[in-house]
DNA sequence: GCTTACCGTAAGTGGATGCTTACCATACTG
DNA sequence: CAGTATGGTAAGCATCCACTTACGGTAAGC
């Protein structure tokens, strides 16, 4: 249940990705809805909402005719606890090498 | 000044550069020591650290004969505020879906 | 000055990827 | 039951990308 099938990290370093996941977390909408709002065509979209989904991001729902998909409040924990992680074993040692700034070789 | 040539996302997308920025936190290293702690050669190492010194995450300095890479502290800063924007705007809105949770739509 | 160590870049290659059009399945509408 | 709307998937394609080997160029060691 912690480990996802794909990196979110990869999934959102596509540009139009992050464009899709920025705008569902702003609204759940339905696939055509979000292909009509981008200049790439609605399988493109489809392919990329697949993507997000594989990596725990989004979830979808039928809802009628359409369906609807919305951020995965559990992708998004985990990704937030990776991230913080990431800034917590980058900085950690970072700031320490930020007082060796004066000089420290020699 | 606030422009950075490259995305600094999808650099940090390959699992790869991932691995060598935190481990240039945790040290400053060589490019020959980061490929020796690598399962990929010297060349590849070399790229993925212009695409990270693209993207304003690494700097490098020459030391002697060998060139000793280091993350930069304005990069990161960069990166952090972006990130920043990009969770504020993502939970702001869905949070507000959470609320919703219950049922609202039956 | 010659040899060795370290590193960046050029060239080439196999595989991943983002996009398109075409097609099929499902659900609402008359 | 047709006809329309919505969306997932297959097939094809052009590009990008990560990696390799080969080469050139600078700094230290003898």
Redesign the interface.
Known sequence: MDAYHT?A??A????TR?AI??RL????SAVGELANALPISRPAVSQHLKVLKDAGLVVDRPAGNRRIY??D?AG?AHL?KE?DR??S??????KV??EHNEEG?S
């Open positions: 990196d990290w990869a959102l370093g596509d540009p992050r996941f920025e977390a702003t609204r759940p919305r951020v409040p998004v937030r991230l990431f800034w074993s980058a900085l950690a040692a970072f090498a930020a070789d």
